[in-house]
C-alpha cells in the first residue's frame, strides 16, 4: 500500500512523503519502505531526504545513452551492471536549476553511521542543456558504504544529441575501489530513432573493463510502440565474457506492457 501527502507552506516550499508498508524487504520486520522526504524550495532547489531506498544524482549516470527498452548490459544472467555512488538508507538527494540557465546541480551526501558507513559518502554532479537538443553531464564522487577497505572513487561524463527523430549518446562510468581487483571502467555508445510518434528503436553497445578479469562487451537491440493506451516494449541483449570470465556469453531478452488510465 502507497501513501503519499504534500502541503505548501506559507513561505510558497512544498513539503511532501510518500511511503510503502511493505514487510517483505524490511530488516527486523519493519514495515516501511521507501521512505522519503522533498522540500521543494523554488529557486533555492529541491531536497529529498530518503529513509530508504534511496537514489543519487550520481548514480543515475551510469548509462544514460538513449534507448527504446533497456541497456545494454541489462537483462542478462550474471553480466556486470553499473548503478554505484552513494545510495542506500538516510541518503540526501539536493538537485538546483535555478542558478544559471540550462544548468542543473545535484549534491549527494549519506552522514557515517558508526558501523558499516565509517566515512560518509558524497558527490557532485553537473548537466547542461542550454543549447537545443544537447546535454552534457559530468560527475565525481566518493563511496564509502562499504567501510574504508572498499570505498570507490567514482567519475562519470555523459553527452547526447537529439536532431529530428534520430537521438545519439556517449557514457563513460569509471569506479575506481579500494579494494582489490575491484576496479570497472563502463564505456556505452547508443543510437535511437523514432519512425513514428508511436515507434521508436535503438541500437546500443557498452563495453565494461574489470581489473584482473576480461573486458565484457555487451550489444542490444531495443523497440518500443504505443498502441492507444498500451505501450508495448521488448529488448535482446547478448555478451560476451559475462562478469569478466572469457568465453561466458550469454544473451537475454524482456518484454513490457504497461497502461496508462
Known sequence: IAFAASAEMDNGWVVS???LLDESD???GGVLDNRNLKIDMGDAGTLTFYGSAGSSNISLMDDTTPTAGEEAWDDVTGGTAHSYGPTGDDTFFYQNSSLMDGVTIGLDYIPSDGADQIESSTAATIKYTGIDGLTIGAGMGEDNGEGPTDADDVTAFNVTYTMDAISI????YEVDSNASS???TLTAMGISYAVSDDLSVSLNTAE????GSSDQEAMGIS???VVGSMTLSANHNSIENVGGT???DRSGYALGL???F
Open 17 to 19: 512523503t510518500s511511503f
Open 26 to 28: 524490511q530488516p527486523g
Open 169 to 172: 549518446g556517449y557514457s563513460s
Open 182 to 184: 575491484s576496479d570497472t
Open 208 to 211: 565494461t573493463e574489470i581489473e
Open 223 to 225: 523497440a518500443s510502440l
Open 246 to 248: 572469457e568465453g561466458k
Open 258 to 260: 504497461s497502461f496508462a
